[in-house]
């Protein structure tokens, strides 16, 4: 069975809303479980937004750096296995 989202100016809106949730709110309460959860829930809206608009993986891939930069640990296996699902879905299903 195959899903697809549409994206959408309120998916847009969504990424922001998750930049700025981890930028002014999460990172500074180092809530790891929640922030991992944040940052699953932006990769996975950025790389369903390279679909749909004209952007590349390089940029989705810069801002997963910058943002692993700024945790004071690594993601727990789950959030990287996680991390690695939507990305290979974006691969596979872009690469159609």
Not at 6 to 18: G, M, Q
Request: proline share 1%; with cysteine.
């Amino acid at each position: 069975m195959s899903t697809t989202t549409n994206f959408t100016p309120s998916s847009i809106e969504a990424t922001r809303i998750l930049d700025d949730l981890l930028n002014l709110r999460l990172y500074e309460t180092e809530n790891v479980d929640w922030i991992e959860k944040a940052i699953i829930t932006r990769l996975w809206l950025a790389a369903d937004a390279e679909q749909h608009i004209s952007t590349d993986l390089t940029s989705l891939l810069e801002w997963l750096s910058g943002t692993l930069e700024k945790l004071r640990d690594s993601l727990s296996g789950t959030a990287c296995h996680a991390a690695q699902t939507v990305l290979v879905a974006y691969h596979v299903q872009s690469s159609k």
